[in-house]
């Protein structure tokens, strides 16, 4: 990667990744686009920044050419419970979205990265240890979306030759920006709610383990896979990937560790539980192991200790006792 142009990177992985690929290739070798522009934006400031609907082709070929970039990252997107909402926008949005962004990667010959999520599992799939290569029948649109994303990133790398690669997110907690509409959003909630209030009512229930991933990881393991040499990699696109697997009431334990006053209770939201329902527990990432060398730096203490001190700083909140 040298020059890269990245879509939606006002959203929550977009607005880390950007500054990060900036640090790494250089400012000006990083052009950021979103449909929309805001105030006071480290991203919007820091460096190139175009507005970019996605849904417009002709726009982003434009945008490739102009900047004569030679990678695309993708990452616009609806996320789970406003796709559920909003079904044919979620479509559109997420399918028409991708199938530009590979379009330009192949008019231009650019390398290709976008995110599935282990939304593109259902019901069906086996839900502990979660197969890299297995059922999947996803029962959300965000889900439909998802499966039919890899497949068509799988069809322009065999049939047009694009280099396309991708993994499946877990949920992803960052103290940066707040994730927009998903299902996994209540992990970085609790975090917020428990410095501010010292306690928090979760929708998902009491049970429902999902994958989780610090954004650090997150960040690190798309540039692993991003720089990889191609011959090693045997799955090419949407490769399983976790950092750790909780459920409420034991992130609400490992927040107790730091603030021992925290109280957690339920309040579920019957739409997200039955798409968490539909979920996997676990993943086995062994195959992005093994062809890319995955592997992720925070487990759920880790994670929970460094959140509390960068969102309390943030907040202008008084750092817990137990990190001072
Ligand atoms: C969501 O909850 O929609 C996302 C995801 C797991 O893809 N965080």
Redesign the pocket.
Known sequence: MKKILITGCLGQIGSELTMRLREIYGTNNVIATDIRRVEDNEVIESGPFELLDVTDHKAMLELAKKYEVDTLIHLAAL???VAEQKPKLAWDLNMGGLVNALEVARELNLKFFTPS???SFGPGTPAKNTPQDTLQRPTTM?GVTKVAGELLCDYYFEKFGVDARGVR????ISYKTL?GG????YAVEIYYEALKNKKYSSFIDKGTHMDMMYMPDAIEAIIKLMEADLPKLKHHNAFNITAMSFDPEEIADSIKKYIPEFKMDYNVDPARQKIADSWPDSLDCSAAEEEWDFSPKYNLDRMTKDMLINLSEKLELPLPNTLK
Do not use: H, W
């Open positions: 996320l789970s419970a999520s282990i939304g965000y997110f877990p949920g992803l994730p998903g299902t996994t959003d």
